[in-house]
């Protein structure tokens, strides 16, 4: 990974902290893009009139499946391009609210955007300016991790590894929601290890496990011997822990 990407990456990664701090919202996730390299350009009032139609739209249609995606406008100038995505193992009645409060966080955070991200425990919603479906998200990065070491961290390491690879090939190829999770019995005893994987329902079988395989390397070699420690992508989203945390 390069420099850059890192540090776009850890610059993600304490705003997004921030934001839990500021709005008292456990795990929000937040990105802004206002133009082509992040340069400050703003939304029209034609793109931001058709944004919130598209997003109310999404809110409908999110909890019936779980997912929803489309685009709105005349032109190419203000059409904006939206997914939102509920986790899973979540409830149509816990889909809308998560899909609601995305809708409305995103609007604050990132006022007259071209494009947004932001993610919850629940869902994630993004939009943008041009067409991404289908398209593994490389530069919408977030990790996390806390600050609890195992005793074992290589034994620990080879386990987690093993989840959460069946976790991405299940959730890739053996799930039409593009969503796994599970739990494995660690060589302490009475301990478990818990985890998740997930992407968007635009991405193919074959880039969801690219996604997922990728995420993981980079989220393991990162958060090396940690008890917690998750992932959350654009397009794809994993993570593990010794507490049990999704319906398994």
């Known amino acids: ?21 500021v709005l008292g919202i456990e795990n929000s996730f937040v990105r802004c893009v206002y133009g082509p ?12 009139t058709s944004l919130s139609v598209l997003l109310g739209s999404m809110n409908q249609l999110a909890p019936v499946e779980g997912f929803a ?11 904006p391009y939206g997914l939102l995505l509920c986790r899973g193992d979540v409830s149509s009645s816990d889909c809308r609210t998560c899909a609601l409060l995305a809708t409305s966080e995103i609007r604050k955070s990132c006022p007259n955007s071209r494009g947004g991200f932001i993610a ?6 993004k939009y943008s300016d041009t067409d991404f479906f289908g398209q593994i998200d490389d ?3 977030f990790y996390m991790w806390n ?15 093993e989840l959460l690879s069946q976790l991405a090939t299940k959730a ?12 494995m019995d660690l060589p302490e005893g009475s301990t478990k290890l818990y985890g998740m994987a997930t992407c968007t329902r635009d991405l193919s079988s074959a880039d969801c496990k690219k996604c997922l395989d990728g995420a993981i390397v980079e989220l393991l070699r990162r958060a090396y011997g940690k008890e917690v420690a998750r992932f959350v992508g654009g397009s794809c989203t ?5 507490n049990p945390y999704v319906k398994a």
């Open 120 to 125: 919850y425990d629940n869902c994630l919603l």
């Open 238 to 242: 994993v993570g593990y822990q010794i």
């Open 37 to 48: 390299n992040n340069m400050n350009a703003t939304a029209t009032s034609s793109y931001n």
């Open 1 to 21: 990974m390069s420099s850059s990407r890192l540090t776009s990456s850890l610059y993600l990664l304490a705003f997004a902290l921030l934001l839990q701090n």
């Open 139 to 141: 530069n919408t990065t």
């Open 69 to 79: 995606l489309g685009s709105l406008g005349q032109n190419n100038l203000d059409r």
């Open 147 to 161: 600050e609890n070491n195992v005793s074992n961290p290589v034994v620990f390491n080879q386990k987690t590894v």
């Open 172 to 183: 890739s190829y053996n799930s039409t929601k593009l969503f796994a999770a599970g739990e």
